[in-house]
Nanobody, 115 residues
Framework: QVQLVESGGGLVQAGGSLRLSCAASRISFSISVMAWYYQAPGKQRNLVAAITSGGSTNYADSVEGRFTISRDNAKNMVYLQMNSLKPEDTAVYYC?????????WGQGTQVTVSS
């Protein structure tokens, strides 16, 4: 059973930074895409950032220039460096991995940005 464990969430003031990490274990396939999604209360889950095995990245317009996604293929880990955080970034952040027709989600980590 694949496990995705996120860490690094918490409470931060506006303008601050956080770094999320996600460790994928029990992986028996080649991971093509690793990504972070966020979901605010009462809203749908949306993509924050994604990165392919080759290092190509994609960001939501709302975080472009503030967030940076990276991955360590050898360790099956993905990171999200979040700078210049805004109250509207408050949400549960989910790790996501996909490859060879399979996709998995982490349990989520709460990020709260106070004004």
């Amino acid at each position: 059973q694949v496990q995705l464990v996120e860490s690094g969430g918490g409470l931060v003031q506006a303008g601050g930074s956080l770094r999320l990490s996600c460790a994928a274990s029990r992986i028996s396939f080649s991971i093509s895409v690793m990504a972070w999604y966020y979901q605010a209360p009462g809203k749908q889950r949306n993509l924050v950032a994604a990165i392919t095995s080759g290092g190509s990245t994609n960001y939501a317009d709302s975080v472009e220039g503030r967030f940076t996604i990276s991955r360590d293929n050898a360790k099956n880990m993905v990171y999200l460096q979040m700078n210049s955080l805004k109250p509207e970034d408050t949400a549960v952040y989910y790790c996501y991995v996909a490859g060879m027709g399979r996709r998995y989600w982490g349990q989520g980590t709460q990020v709260t940005v106070s004004s």
